[in-house]
């Protein structure tokens, strides 16, 4: 299980946001029903959770993943790559070369926006 502490000024104490899995593989507070359709969240996912369905219909700049490759493990990863979660999968169709330079760096999870999408959206992501 990862922890990750906000660190909010003024007199509003820190808090503690989990990204444990559920019992379906989902992280804590994204697997759950949608209580109001807020906004996208932003956790740190397993690479091996997230689904790559245009994965090989393109090739990666192999100096950009080496590139990213460096910044990442200097400063981490600056812009998290955008996933669509879809009846608890989460399927990632941007941020190819983040998402190989986290591959080939062998880290095991990387920070994600996600978005909550219904079949439909993903049948249009995949059109």
């Given at each position: 299980m990862a922890n990750f502490v906000l660190k909010v000024p003024c007199i509003l104490r820190s808090f503690t946001v989990s990204a444990s899995s559920s019992p379906n593989g989902a992280p804590s507070g994204v697997s759950g029903r949608s209580s109001g359709g807020g906004g996208p969240v932003i956790l740190e996912l397993?690479?091996?959770k997230?689904?790559?369905p245009l994965m090989r219909t393109r090739s990666n700049d192999s100096n950009k993943?080496?590139?990213l490759m460096d910044s990442i493990s200097q400063i981490g990863l600056q812009v998290p790559i955008d996933v669509l979660e879809v009846d608890g999968n989460y399927y990632g169709f941007s941020?190819?070369?983040r998402y190989e330079a986290h591959q080939r760096?062998?880290?095991p999870t990387i920070r994600c926006k996600i978005r909550r999408g219904t079949k439909e959206t993903l049948r249009h992501h995949m059109h």
């Open positions: 397993p690479i091996d997230i689904r790559r993943v080496q590139e941020g190819c070369h760096l062998g880290l």
